[in-house]
T-cell receptor, first 112, second 113 residues
Framework: GAGVSQSPRYKVTKRGQDVALRCDPISGHVSLYWYRQALGQGPEFLTYFNYEAQQDKSGLPNDRFSAERPEGSISTLTIQRTEQRDSAMYRC??????????FGPGTRLTVL | GQQVMQIPQYQHVQEGEDFTTYCNSSTTLSNIQWYKQRPGGHPVFLIQLVKSGEVKKQKRLTFQFGEAKKNSSLHITATQTTDVGTYFCAEADRGSTLGRLYFGRGTQLTVWP
């Protein structure tokens, strides 16, 4: 596609449920990033991939968060046993050759 | 860890006035990227600065990188209502050509018609 796409755009879940957020990067982009953005804040890094290899996962808050990109294209961010504090906008980005990052529309996660 | 501070956090201007946001670091920055996020939208890349003292212009927007590479600024001349949004500076992970970005908190610009 022409840009980064994310699905679902909105996700409401109950505390304790698992959620999977999907990102489809710009075709041909090697690097894919996950960020979390709270209201009034800048995006906060979670993890990133080059091709299918997870290069840095130091931003993942705890072991309930995981991400994969098995074929070097689409990526899934999974949050297990969701908690209310996980509620946020989750953004995916892919980068061009100068590390300019192209962001998707985000998934708004609400944990009740 | 790497951290960039942005000021001001909020700026309200009348259409036609100029606007400047500043990005500061206590340590030398490897590079600076600027993004704009419209209300309800996602961050959109504007520009990247790499060289000490670099100045780049995009129409009414002027981007500067300090001589000591510890600060950067974005100046908008004669603001328009289309300039409304939050402007973020971000530094890429040092020592890496590809990697995570460290974002500032952003400056939220409101333009009154």
């Amino acid at each position: 596609g022409a840009g980064v796409s994310q699905s679902p755009r909105y996700k409401v879940t109950k505390r304790g449920q698992d959620v999977a957020l999907r990102c489809d990067p710009i075709s041909g982009h090697v690097s894919l990033y996950w960020y979390r953005q709270a209201l009034g804040q800048g995006p906060e890094f979670l993890t990133y991939f080059n091709y299918e290899a997870q290069q840095d996962k130091s931003g993942l808050p705890n072991d309930r968060f995981s991400a994969e990109r098995p074929e070097g294209s689409i990526s899934t961010l999974t949050i297990q046993r969701t908690e209310q504090r996980d509620s946020a906008m989750y953004r995916c980005a892919s980068s061009g050759p100068l590390n300019e990052q192209f962001f998707g529309p985000g998934t708004r996660l609400t944990v009740l | 860890g790497q951290q960039v501070m942005q000021i001001p956090q909020y700026q309200h201007v009348q259409e036609g006035e100029d606007f400047t946001t500043y990005c500061n670091s206590s340590t030398t920055l490897s590079n600076i990227q600027w993004y704009k996020q419209r209300p309800g939208g996602h961050p959109v890349f504007l520009i990247q600065l790499v060289k000490s003292g670099e100045v780049k212009k995009q129409k009414r927007l002027t981007f500067q990188f300090g001589e000591a590479k510890k600060n950067s600024s974005l100046h908008i001349t004669a603001t328009q209502t289309t300039d409304v949004g939050t402007y973020f500076c971000a530094e890429a992970d040092r020592g890496s050509t590809l990697g995570r970005l460290y974002f500032g908190r952003g400056t939220q610009l409101t333009v009154w018609p």
